[in-house]
């Protein structure tokens, strides 16, 4: 079975090193400052010429509270006030990207994330979706995958019900862990009931999908507290779950310095919270996908990884990787064909950039071929947890072992530790090794070697 998962203490005390998550490859950590507005323009005539189907992401900076652990990009304030200069920025983003596609490129995919999305007032939510679809082919009949992030101190069943009507189907909620002495040490006093009420609105209002974030390594988390979390967070049945690894990176996320290091659990404790947690999912019927997401055996995730369909893109694990992805405000990225680029993430640039008539790129790159094939190779992995050495060959008109002879003997300490199955045809990552699948990933990484590794949270 696909969501066989080994457990190796061994194994990922060895290999549980720094790395990417491989929401794309090249990652951002490569993009740089010659890309610009004219590289988007091209890419968009190219998207439009092919007529591909589009996925459109929206960030909402804002949130009123700041949550400690928190490395998203986000403007704290209590003023609603400050939504209203963006939105008319946003707006005009959305107007300015979509004079250069086709209306007959019909929008699958549209997430909401952020910051909190639902800052925004009813009448904002209304109109920005208004825009969204006077300026783009949004799908009016339920059969698109339209998501949002909900902070369930920040919405109720009216705001789930305004949702809704808007076309909204899935939800991923903000949760955590519910134990009230570690939401303390997180400045995010969040009760079940909260939550309960949120979920149950969502499955009353028949949205299609609830998913909901975990995070382990926080700061008073023990293996006892969280596995209480965990049972109760079972207990909501949500689809999907995401349970983060926190990387502690006070020196790059200010946020984070209010976090006192000395309350956060050892590594041992850490390791211990993730395989209860792997215990108590699998045996409550949750499959493990990859990368820190489960979700039931019925979900589409779950359903395209079974016939090896499952891709990954900035979203995370999609079904949706055909799609040129479009990333709308502030510190929003896309990918278009080869392209990668991504808006500034200051808030004030991007609003002035946009006051000008001129599109907030500020940096991303093109792929080559050496980046397309790696690209390849990695999403098969991390996907499918398996590479058939004759689909790349045929893809890409390459012998696939001589291409990345240097990399075999990695490949092959690997294989003779048990992380993969490694033969002249095909690599296979073993249960024992598939919680490492990032570690499979970096060894096929080109660009891994140049970069500081302090920049990336750790595979566990």
């Given amino acids: 079975m696909l969501d066989a998962i080994r457990w190796d203490s061994d194994l990922i005390r060895r290999y549980d090193l720094a790395g990417p998550r491989y929401t794309s490859y090249p990652t951002a950590v490569q993009f740089h400052s010659q890309v610009g507005t004219f590289d988007l323009f091209h890419a968009l005539r190219d998207s439009r010429k092919a007529l591909r189907p589009l996925s459109l992401y929206v960030h909402v900076p804002f949130c009123a509270n700041i949550c400690y652990y928190c490395a998203c990009n986000k403007v ?12 008319q920025r946003l707006e005009q983003e959305i107007q300015l990207i979509a004079c250069h596609l086709d209306p007959a490129q019909k929008v699958e995919q549209l997430h909401f994330g952020g910051g909190t999305p639902t800052f925004l007032s009813h009448d904002e939510l209304r109109q920005l979706m208004a825009h969204l679809r006077k300026h783009f082919n949004m799908l009016d009949d339920d059969s698109g995958d339209y998501g949002i992030e909900i902070d369930p101190r920040e919405a109720d069943w009216s705001t789930m019900g305004l949702l809704r009507e808007l076309g909204f189907n899935r939800v991923s909620i903000g949760l955590q862990d519910l134990d009230p002495t570690v939401q303390r040490a997180v400045n995010r006093l969040q ?3 909260e939550t309960r009420a ?14 909901v974030d975990l995070i382990y390594g926080l ?13 109760e967070v079972i207990s909501l049945q949500p689809d999907r779950l995401s349970v983060f690894n926190y990387a502690h ?7 984070q310095r209010r976090i006192n290091a000395s309350d956060l659990p050892s590594p041992a404790h850490k390791l211990e919270m993730l395989e209860r947690t792997i215990e108590q999912l699998t045996a409550a019927g949750y499959r493990y996908i990859g990368m820190d997401h489960f ?7 779950a359903v395209a990884q079974e016939e090896e369909t499952l891709q990954r893109n900035f979203q995370g694990y999609t079904t949706h990787g055909h799609c040129d992805l479009i990333g709308l405000g502030v510190s929003a990225i896309s990918q278009i064909g080869d392209l990668y680029c991504q808006n500034s993430s200051d808030l004030n640039q991007y609003q002035n950039t946009l006051a000008a008539a ?7 790159l093109v ?7 790696r690209r390849a190779v990695i999403q098969q992995l991390i996907c499918n947890f398996s590479l058939e050495f004759a689909e790349i060959e045929q893809q890409f008109n390459i012998d696939f072992q001589g291409y990345f002879g240097a990399l075999w003997p990695q490949l092959q300490g690997m294989a003779n530790d048990g992380l993969i199955e490694l033969d002249r045809e095909r690599i296979e990552v073993l249960p024992a090794g598939r919680l490492l699948v990032r570690s499979v990933c970096m060894v096929f990484d080109a660009y891994l070697e140049q970069q500081n590794r302090q920049r990336f949270s750790r595979v566990i």
């Fill in 76 to 87: 704290i304030t209590k003023d609603r006030g400050r939504a209203l200069p963006y939105l």
């Fill in 191 to 193: 009760s079940l009931e």
């Fill in 198 to 211: 949120v979920i149950d609105a969502a499955r009353t209002l028949q949205f299609r999908s609830i998913n």
């Fill in 219 to 231: 700061p008073k988390q023990t293996p006892e507290n969280f596995a209480r979390t965990v049972e």
């Fill in 249 to 255: 990176l006070p020196e790059r996320f200010m946020p």
């Fill in 295 to 301: 979700a039931l055996p019925d979900d589409e995730l």
């Fill in 358 to 364: 001129q599109l907030a790129t500020s940096r991303g």
């Fill in 367 to 373: 792929c080559n071929a050496d980046d397309r094939l």
